[in-house]
């Protein structure tokens, strides 16, 4: 996949199919959007694009609000470039495109620059100058321009439809079996392994503590974790908080794998948060402390999950999917 930097450097060779959103998490929603978009290329023998924003609207919006974006762009390309998007096409939010109204936006664009042929947006999509512009409004348009509008119906998994938010949510309060789910596969963070104070390993449960670069990271507390450091994936005991029993008050996150007691300082780890174990608490001694992790690591070694899914692959249910391009 070729990641293009604003519409006004990308020159179609044929017509594209384009699909539009934010694609924060790159969720089963935007995954189906994605999916058709690759189709309609394929069918027209054109090329298919993904456009994106930078930054999040929200940040532009509301630059004061608390706001964790699920994905880096960095990994919401790796993702979109799974499902066979040849070309991503990352749009300032804050330059001239920000400001177009949708006749403009769709006219200048998507009409002329990306050549559309095919436009596939969500059913709650907005666009232009106030976010005025709508699902019904671009296939006005687009029936005057020449190109068709397909707007995919929510997608809804436990009464709820699918979306960034509801992630985000899930995220926040630690429920990360719920967040997989919809996202169609684990939440992860991911950094070098960094000096951490030793006490894991004088514990008998050495700890790798890792540098994180991601702004999302789920509730404080014990989770049972995969861990995959040179392509190899382990089963581990990850903590994310505080470390209160020894009185630090800076977040951190460290996972003990099991089964493994090599050198991995320096080392990027991507770690996947699996389930919660339980919250983060004060133990009144160390032996208390000791116990516990006993405990969890009993309890995660244990644990059964689903088959990690690959991007891209997998049931493909048009009449039932959809979603927020949020």
Partial sequence: MIVVNGSSAFFPKSETSVTIGNFDGVHLGHQELLRRT?????????????????????????????????????????????????TLIVESFTGEVGRMWPEEF????????????????????????????????????????????????????????VSSTRIRDLLLAGRV???????????????????GAGRGRKLGFPTANIQFRQELIPLPGVYVADAEIGGVRRRGVANIGFNPTFGENSLGVEVHLFDFDGDLYGQEVHLYFRDRIRDEKKFKSVEELVRQIKRDVQYARGAKF??????????????????SAG
């Avoid at 200048?108 to 232009?128: K, M, N, P, Q």
């Avoid at 689903?306 to 979603?323: K, Y």
């Fill in 177 to 195: 079996r719920e967040a997989e789910e919809l996202l169609r596969r684990p939440y992860g963070i991911s950094g070098p392994v960094i000096t």
């Fill in 306 to 323: 689903p088959a990690r899914r690959e991007p891209g692959r997998g049931e493909h249910n048009p009449a039932a999917a959809g979603g």
């Fill in 106 to 161: 769709a006219r200048e664009i998507l009409s002329r620059r990306l050549r559309a042929r095919h436009v596939v947006v969500g059913y709650d999509f907005t666009f232009g100058r106030n976010r005025t512009g709508t699902p019904p409004a671009l296939a006005q348009i687009g029936r005057e321009l020449g190109f068709e509008v397909e707007v995919v119906p929510p997608l809804v998994r436990g009464g709820l439809i």
């Fill in 38 to 86: 690759v189709a309609r290329a394929a069918a027209a023998e054109g090329h298919s694009v993904a456009m994106t924003f930078s930054p999040h609207p929200v940040r532009f919006f509301s630059p004061k609000a608390r706001f964790y974006e699920i994905t880096s762009l960095e990994e919401k390309a790796d993702l979109i470039a799974a499902f066979g998007i040849e």
